[in-house]
């Protein structure tokens, strides 16, 4: 009785909790007037009585409303999505897990602000999440950010299984998925000191991630000059004072970095973390001595294949020695610019996501260097490339092509008949320039420009008052900005054109 008078309570929470019991307690009195709040609540127009019977259904377990959680999951409200996850995890409690829920929970991950709980609910599956999680991961059509997620996700399963399908996904294509799979297997490597980590497959992925890491400083050395870059230890560092390296440069020697980083993490699974750390810390520390401690260590505690490729990455030899022996071991063959820039730009960026910027830069090396034998190239990509970022950017350097001669610069416009909105790589370009963002590296600039936009302004027109939210970073392209300060109006930024 008390059930059904909270029925017609105004309180969402009171009423939910209602609902919940009489539907839970199946065909009871007031179960069809149940029914008809449950409906009532779950298409209400606010979201915090969504929210309420979305937590609610928490308190049953499946199959009960599991149709209608499923529908609150895709809500378009953040609150009403976050009850039903909470909702969700209670289930798995109460019923055991449920697959109807594992797909929509791991596509959640690709929402910054729902990938926590998203996260807790599959973990709390435990290893009745690992074959969607796998499905997902390895599946090209999925979100990129998605799949990037799920390595972590399976890590805080914290089992045997988890390690032995972390370690069998090592070959994935997409470098930054590599570096996070291995990140996965350090965190279980360090929490867990009863699993198993298999040596023979790991030493194996360290010798493919070598032969990458040649790659990329082959790659790095044929659109470089000896005179201007050098390398520290493994990583390359550019010698001539106010030189900016090209973004092609700079992409691949970001690579160069990560590849290091990833061949240190997989030798943490094999030998001892804190040593391997401190090894890696010396070695990159710029300083003389240190470097050579750490190879010492090396020298001493690897043997065998294990030795010969990871030492062919860190040690001291000078460029053309390590590229004699990429030649040697790997079969890598050193390429004329020309070449290394046509295969960059034939990167598939659906195996290789994190390739993306390589790709954009390399299309742009085609204009700013004036390769004429790559513009055929060029102009189908323009055409064809189903990669959105790709296709604009080819299209992008056709058009300048056809313009003709120019002023050197990507901003150079030359006029109002020229102010069309930038490409992506003319945005990133421009936002490598500005002071702010000086210390990004030419990846984290690229998804900046990624998430930018371009506006326009008439002379005269407010741009910011002082009592609107500040949730905008502009930067000037074009003309001149001036602030006013007006006891009336407050403070005001004004479009000056030039």
């Given at each position: 009785?008390?059930?059904?008078?909270?029925?017609?309570?105004?309180?969402?929470?009171?009423?939910?909790?209602?609902?919940?019991?009489?539907?839970?307690?199946?065909?009871?009195?007031?179960?069809?007037?149940?029914?008809?709040v449950?409906?009532e609540?779950?298409?209400?127009?606010?979201?915090?009585?969504?929210?309420?019977?979305?937590?609610?259904?928490?308190?049953?377990?499946?199959?009960?409303?599991s149709?209608?959680?499923?529908?609150?999951?895709?809500?378009?409200?953040?609150?009403?999505?976050?009850?039903?996850?909470?909702?969700?995890?209670?289930?798995?409690?109460?019923?055991?897990?449920?697959?109807?829920?594992?797909?929509?929970l791991?596509?959640?991950?690709?929402?910054?602000?729902?990938?926590?709980?998203?996260?807790?609910?599959?973990?709390?599956?435990?290893?009745?999440?690992?074959?969607?999680?796998?499905?997902?991961?390895?599946?090209?059509?999925?979100?990129?950010?998605?799949?990037?997620?799920?390595?972590?996700?399976?890590?805080?399963?914290?089992?045997?299984?988890?390690?032995?399908?972390?370690i069998?996904?090592?070959?994935?294509?997409?470098?930054?998925?590599?570096?996070?799979?291995?990140?996965?297997?350090?965190?279980?490597?360090?929490?867990?000191?009863?699993?198993?980590?298999?040596?023979?497959?790991?030493?194996?992925?360290?010798?493919?991630?070598?032969?990458?890491?040649?790659?990329?400083?082959?790659?790095?050395?044929?659109?470089s000059?000896?005179?201007?870059?050098?390398?520290?230890?493994?990583?390359?560092?550019?010698?001539?004072?106010?030189?900016?390296?090209?973004?092609?440069?700079?992409?691949?020697?970001?690579?160069?970095?990560?590849?290091?980083?990833?061949?240190?993490?997989?030798?943490?699974?094999?030998?001892?973390?804190?040593?391997?750390?401190?090894?890696?810390?010396?070695?990159?520390?710029?300083?003389?001595?240190?470097?050579?401690?750490?190879?010492?260590?090396?020298?001493?505690?690897?043997?065998?294949?294990?030795?010969?490729?990871?030492?062919?990455?860190?040690?001291?030899?000078?460029?053309?020695?390590?590229?004699?022996?990429?030649?040697?071991?790997?079969?890598?063959?050193?390429?004329?610019?020309?070449?290394?820039?046509?295969?960059?730009?034939?990167?598939?960026?659906?195996?290789?996501?994190?390739?993306?910027?390589?790709?954009?830069?390399?299309?742009?090396?085609?204009?700013?260097?004036?390769?004429?034998?790559?513009?055929?190239?060029?102009?189908?990509?323009?055409?064809?490339?189903?990669?959105?970022?790709?296709?604009?950017?080819?299209a992008?350097?056709?058009?300048?092509?056809?313009?003709?001669?120019?002023?050197?610069g990507?901003?150079?416009?030359?006029?109002?008949?020229?102010?069309?909105?930038?490409?992506?790589i003319?945005?990133?370009?421009?936002?490598?320039?500005?002071?702010?963002?000086?210390?990004?590296?030419?990846?984290?600039?690229?998804?900046l420009?990624?998430?930018?936009?371009?506006?326009?302004?008439?002379?005269?027109?407010?741009?910011?008052?002082?009592?609107?939210?500040?949730?905008?970073?502009?930067?000037?392209?074009?003309?001149?900005?001036?602030?006013?300060?007006?006891?009336?109006?407050?403070?005001?930024?004004?479009?000056?054109?030039?």
């Amino acid at each position: 009785e008390l059930m059904l008078q909270h029925l017609d309570e105004r309180d969402p929470r009171l009423r939910a909790s209602a609902v919940v019991s009489l539907l839970g307690n199946g065909e009871c009195e007031g179960f069809d007037r149940a029914e008809q709040v449950f409906s009532e609540m779950v298409g209400d127009a606010d979201p915090n009585v969504r929210a309420e019977i979305a937590g609610a259904l928490g308190q049953i377990g499946d199959p009960v409303a599991s149709d209608v959680l499923v529908q609150l999951l895709y809500d378009h409200d953040l609150k009403v999505v976050q009850a039903a996850i909470g909702a969700v995890r209670q289930r798995f409690k109460r019923s055991g897990p449920n697959p109807l829920y594992a797909t929509i929970l791991i596509s959640l991950m690709g929402n910054r602000r729902l990938k926590h709980e998203a996260r807790e609910a599959l973990v709390a599956q435990g290893e009745a999440a690992m074959d969607p999680l796998l499905l997902f991961m390895r599946s090209p059509d999925e979100q990129i950010w998605v799949r990037r997620a799920v390595p972590k996700t399976i890590a805080l399963i914290e089992s045997q299984a988890a390690v032995d399908v972390l370690i069998d996904s090592l070959d994935a294509p997409d470098a930054m998925l590599r570096t996070k799979i291995i990140e996965a297997l350090g965190y279980l490597r360090t929490r867990r000191f009863d699993l198993r980590f298999n040596r023979r497959k790991i030493t194996q992925r360290l010798s493919d991630e070598a032969a990458h890491y040649l790659r990329i400083l082959a790659d790095l050395w044929a659109v470089s000059s000896l005179h201007e870059a050098r390398l520290d230890g493994p990583l390359a560092v550019w010698m001539v004072d106010g030189r900016v390296p090209t973004l092609p440069q700079q992409l691949l020697a970001q690579r160069v970095g990560n590849s290091v980083g990833n061949i240190f993490g997989l030798l943490e699974l094999v030998e001892n973390p804190e040593d391997v750390r401190a090894a890696q810390r010396s070695l990159l520390s710029g300083q003389t001595k240190m470097r050579y401690r750490a190879l010492e260590y090396l020298d001493n505690t690897l043997s065998g294949s294990l030795r010969r490729d990871h030492f062919a990455v860190i040690d001291d030899a000078p460029p053309e020695e390590k590229l004699l022996r990429a030649q040697e071991i790997f079969g890598i063959n050193f390429e004329s610019p020309e070449d290394t820039l046509k295969r960059m730009i034939q990167i598939d960026p659906v195996n290789d996501p994190s390739a993306i910027g390589i790709i954009l830069a390399a299309l742009y090396n085609v204009w700013d260097e004036e390769i004429t034998a790559l513009y055929p190239m060029v102009k189908s990509l323009a055409e064809e490339a189903e990669e959105p970022m790709v296709k604009e950017t080819a299209a992008w350097v056709c058009q300048k092509v056809e313009a003709g001669p120019r002023t050197r610069g990507v901003l150079a416009r030359g006029g109002e008949s020229e102010m069309s909105p930038m490409a992506q790589i003319e945005m990133m370009v421009f936002l490598q320039g500005v002071d702010l963002f000086a210390h990004c590296n030419a990846d984290q600039v690229l998804r900046l420009a990624a998430i930018a936009s371009e506006h326009s302004f008439e002379k005269g027109e407010n741009i910011f008052r002082r009592e609107e939210p500040a949730d905008s970073l502009y930067c000037v392209v074009e003309g001149r900005v001036r602030l006013v300060a007006d006891e009336e109006t407050g403070v005001v930024f004004e479009f000056l054109a030039d």
